[in-house]
T-cell receptor, first 114, second 113 residues
Framework: GNSVTQMEGPVTLSEEAFLTINCTYTATGYPSLFWYVQYPGEGLQLLLKATKADDKGSNKGFEATYRKETTSFHLEKGSVQVSDSAVYFCALRDSGAGSYQLTFGKGTKLSVIP | DAGVIQSPRHEVTEMGQEVTLRCKPISGHNSLFWYRQTMMRGLELLIYFNNNVPIDDSGMPEDRFSAKMPNASFSTLKIQPSEPRDSAVYFC???????????FGDGTRLSIL
């Protein structure tokens, strides 16, 4: 079956530090990959996505590249801000027709301190 | 802009009672999803609607669960009768026609005693 493995948190960084949150996956076929962010007290929201190998998703300064050879989709940001403090979820969806189930990782909590 | 609105935020009830969770998707979003989150199983898709029609309900755990979307701006998830193992956070999410959710609501924390 499908699975998503994220680095365990919490991750604590100082403002302007470089962020990497690792995500690897196991799936049959060619899944689509996603990062979701959940800010404190709010619901999840889609941050970025990539639908095929070597695609790079980007949004709000965050980037992730779909690496089929390493089955990875690591999230990066060059300079984090206090407002980036949140829980980040990596997820995948099968590419087959009728595939709507998202498989989520357990989430990585990021705290950015001034 | 208003996000996905869920009610109630918290629900505590005794087993055997009927529970109804409500969701108002973002205006203009024609895809709606119900998810359940537990510590053991993480986030699981229960049902997916597109244009008010259920497309995938394979995640609905059993007949005690039912979901409806009578119009584009309202959906309900009903559990009858409720059981303690139904205790979880239930999220509604919507998107503008894509088969994955874009915005989630704040969730309903359900406790069945």
């Amino acid at each position: 079956g499908n699975s998503v493995t994220q680095m365990e948190g919490p991750v604590t960084l100082s403002e302007e530090a470089f962020l990497t949150i690792n995500c690897t996956y196991t799936a049959t076929g060619y899944p689509s990959l996603f990062w979701y962010v959940q800010y404190p007290g709010e619901g999840l929201q889609l941050l970025l996505k990539a639908t095929k190998a070597d695609d790079k998703g980007s949004n709000k300064g965050f980037e992730a590249t779909y690496r089929k050879e390493t089955t990875s989709f690591h999230l990066e940001k060059g300079s984090v801000q206090v407002s980036d403090s949140a829980v980040y979820f990596c997820a995948l969806r099968d590419s087959g027709a009728g595939s709507y189930q998202l498989t989520f990782g357990k989430g990585t909590k990021l705290s950015v301190i001034p | 802009d208003a996000g996905v609105i869920q009610s109630p935020r918290h629900e505590v009830t005794e087993m055997g009672q009927e529970v109804t969770l409500r969701c108002k998707p973002i205006s203009g979003h024609n895809s709606l999803f119900w998810y359940r989150q537990t510590m053991m199983r993480g986030l699981e898709l229960l049902i997916y609607f597109n244009n008010n029609v259920p497309i995938d309900d394979s995640g609905m755990p059993e007949d005690r669960f039912s979901a409806k979307m009578p119009n584009a701006s309202f959906s309900t998830l009903k559990i009858q009768p409720s059981e303690p193992r139904d205790s979880a956070v239930y999220f509604c999410a919507s998107s503008p026609g894509t088969p994955q959710p874009q915005h989630f609501g704040d969730g309903t924390r359900l406790s069945i005693l």
